[in-house]
């Protein structure tokens, strides 16, 4: 059983006006095999929270802590964190390119376990994800996110979170620009890597829609950079019922 901790989070943005405080006093704990959701309208800080903890340069934690099994993970480099068991999927993926991606992938597997795969293994768990993912084996040769399309691009992070095996995985609205198919086919890899390795799940959305597919078993709502309210699954129905209104009003 493995624990992310999140205490009295203050995080803050670089603008061209200089730093702003995005984030004012954030708590959460996610355990293995939770699924955690994460709502609340534009601009209240989700992103924010889902970069800070994979350490992006531009967003500052002022203070608090973050821990990965006792763990300080403030203070470990990007890499590191990986190494430690943090994986960020991205909700914009950038290109890569020059670098196929399988060649992405292997390095970042060599990368987090501290020794390659060996060959065979690999090509056959690679083989595999792919396969469930309906993505076609041509894709293996293609450069990072070069071309993808929306639904390429969030396929292509399920691949590497199925493969990497993290402790806990940050999903930032992985289901934006996402048809109706493709949603079913990402869930579902969220699913498979949660049923065969126990990872923590924080699931990042504005909508409901994708948790009908990854049930929570925790809801926040994150509203001007506070959580302000918490629930289970219950909560996200009553949001796609009410609305954020009632949150904003009080703010």
């Not at 590191?80 to 196929?100: D, H, I, N």
């Not at 923590?200 to 302000?228: E, F, N, W």
Request: hydrophobic residues 40%; without cysteine.
């Amino acid at each position: 059983m493995s624990t992310l901790s999140i205490r009295d989070l203050v995080v803050s943005v670089e603008t061209e006006a200089g730093a702003k405080e995005i984030l004012h006093g954030v708590n959460m704990d996610i355990s293995s095999n939770e699924t955690h959701a994460i709502m609340g309208p534009n601009g209240s800080g989700k992103s924010t929270l889902a970069y800070a903890l994979a350490g992006h340069p531009k967003y500052t934690i002022d203070s608090g802590s973050v821990t990965l099994d006792g763990e300080d993970l403030v203070e470990m480099s990007v890499d590191e964190r990986a190494k430690a068991g943090l994986f960020l999927a991205m909700q914009y993926p950038v290109e890569v390119p020059g670098v196929t991606v399988t060649n992405f992938l292997r390095a970042s597997k060599t990368a987090i376990d501290g020794e390659a795969p060996k060959l065979r293994t690999w090509t056959k768990d690679l083989s595999q994800a792919m396969k469930d993912l309906r993505i076609d084996p041509e894709f293996a040769a293609r450069n990072v996110n070069e071309g993808f399309s929306g639904g390429e691009k969030k396929r292509h992070e399920i691949l590497q979170l199925e493969l990497l095996k993290p402790k806990f995985a940050v999903l930032d609205e992985t289901d934006s620009g996402l048809d109706v198919d493709a949603l079913r086919i990402v869930s579902e890899g969220v699913n498979r890597a949660k049923e065969t390795t126990d990872i923590g799940v924080l699931l990042i959305t504005h909508y409901t829609r994708i948790l009908r597919y990854i049930k929570p078993d925790h809801v926040h709502v994150l509203v001007k950079g506070k959580v302000a309210e918490e629930g289970g699954p219950e909560l996200a129905q009553r949001l796609e019922d009410e609305g954020y209104d009632r949150f904003l009003v009080n703010a």
